[in-house]
């Protein structure tokens, strides 16, 4: 079966290789000249389970009310006129009741879970090394009330087979020492001792190759304008290098993917959400954390990649604009300096920002959309390098007339998922 990927991303380069490993005759277009040169570049590389929970809650409207007030807020929300942020935002707010939180946790939870077991079978089937670390990730709070929140009251991911133990800040030190430092500041953590840490840019690549070694081929440096359809299938991607036809499309373009879609008539409820990482060198005479993670309470997150050292954070609603200056950064610097004093040289910063693919519920969408041959595998948000394995063989199996092997309730675009808007083909 002939299977054009449109999109090379850590989403659609997974997918490349389970489809070739499944036996399809794979085309990858992707605009950039390599694999992995977008929101897969530079994420901050958290493979991440125990941070499924949905954005939407019933506290995300009073943390964007209160970012609004404060100049060095996590979320910003860049006023201007934007009909895609408009429909996204009254989509999102629906979701932010308990109920729905919930069972939108519960969903992207079930793909993470699932992605966990492929990404070492990936690892040793190929042998690829993208600086992964298994040592568990933090989630760590400097806000009393919080952490007793998450930490003494009911927890979902807990209470659905996710392993978190609560830490103290000596705790913490015995497992890193690198978090000395932090003594002061953080009260506690929630340890999930199965998260770890990789370079998703450095596995999409591998990815690629992988796929390539099994007979996919790669347009790179082709961009997609359109698709063409008739009333039950898609005929064509119009590229700037002219057509390319196949019996099956995969979309797979991230936070673009509705600038694609739509052509055809499926409006997909994804809105890119900026965020922003800087790597910096470290060595052995640095104390670098071999244990990412997250300080949920001013939202900057870290890792460590070979000899590498990357924080990041933000989330920005301003449309499809990746641009970045250093003063971008300062927060997010400023944090983990505090944190972190002697991990890295702290002068010599590689900066960069790109946009999370976000669904106003959380999960991605896979499946069919309108037409019998227009597969989805796209909108991963904040956690798609987590997701990427999982997803890849749902949507594989689905092309397959196979029955997952999870449960795909709420993640396809069937049912009232978006009140039977996007209707499946
Ligand atoms: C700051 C930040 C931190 C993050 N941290 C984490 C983390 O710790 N853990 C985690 O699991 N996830 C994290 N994420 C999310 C994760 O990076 C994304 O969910 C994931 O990279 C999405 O992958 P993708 O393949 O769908 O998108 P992309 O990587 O963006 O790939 C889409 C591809 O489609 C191509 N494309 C788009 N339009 C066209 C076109 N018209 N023609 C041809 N090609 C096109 C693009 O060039 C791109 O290569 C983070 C994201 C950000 C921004």
Redesign the pocket.
């Known amino acids: 079966m002939k299977t054009i990927i ?7 380069m997974t997918m490349a290789y389970f489809l070739a490993k499944d036996g399809h005759e794979v085309t990858v ?4 000249e390599a694999a ?5 570049f530079q ?6 389970t125990a941070h499924s929970s949905a954005w939407a809650s019933p506290r995300s409207p009073g943390i964007l009310i209160r970012s609004l007030f404060d100049k060095n807020a996590a979320l910003v929300v860049k006023p201007r006129i934007d009909f895609q942020m408009m429909g996204w935002g009254l989509k999102f707010l629906r979701e932010c009741t308990a109920e729905r939180f919930r069972v939108n946790t519960l969903r992207k939870l079930r793909i993470c879970k699932y992605s966990e077991q492929f990404m070492p079978e990936v690892a040793a089937e190929t042998g690829i090394e993208f600086h992964h670390l298994t040592k568990g990730l933090f989630y760590c709070f400097r806000d009393q009330a919080h952490f007793d929140e998450v930490s003494k009251g009911p927890n979902l991911l807990a209470e659905n087979g996710v392993e978190i133990q609560v830490l103290t800040p000596d705790e913490m030190i015995a497992l890193d020492p690198a978090f000395a430092p932090y003594k002061g500041t953080v009260v506690g953590a929630l340890y999930c001792p199965t998260d770890g840490s990789g370079d ?1 840019r450095i596995f999409t690549e591998k990815m690629a190759e992988h796929a390539q070694a099994k007979g996919a081929k790669m347009e790179y440096n ?3 304008k359109a698709l063409r359809a008739n009333a039950s299938e898609i005929e064509a991607v119009i ?1 700037d290098k002219g057509e390319f036809t196949a019996d099956n499309y995969v979309l ?5 993917s509705p ?2 879609s739509k052509t055809v008539g499926v409006p997909l409820p994804i809105y890119p959400v ?4 800087a790597d910096f060198p470290c060595d052995e005479g640095h104390d670098t954390p071999e244990i990412g993670g997250v300080d949920e309470d001013v939202l900057v ?1 870290w890792g460590k990649f070979g000899d590498r050292f990357r924080v ?1 954070g933000k989330a920005v609603f301003a449309g499809y604009d990746t641009g970045y200056k250093p003063s971008d950064f300062t927060a997010i610097l400023n944090t983990a300096k505090a944190i972190f004093p002697n991990s890295c040289d702290w002068t010599k910063p590689s900066y960069w920002a ?4 976000m669904t106003p519920d959380g999960p991605p969408i896979f499946g069919t959309a309108k037409y019998r041959n227009f597969w989805l595998n ?1 909108g ?9 394995c999982g997803s890849a063989r749902i949507v594989a199996d689905m092309m397959l007339d196979r029955k997952p092997a999870i449960d795909i309730e709420g993640l396809t675009l069937a049912g009232n998922r978006y009140a039977g808007a996007y209707p499946a083909a």
């Open positions: 449109m999109g090379g991303g850590v989403v659609g277009i992707e605009r950039n992995g040169r977008e929101t897969s994420n901050a590389g958290l493979i991440a998703a082709t961009a997609i590229t797979s373009c991230g936070a673009y600038l694609i900026k965020g922003y990482t997150a990041g790109c946009v999370r693919p796209t991963h948000g904040h956690i798609g390098w987590t997701m990427a």
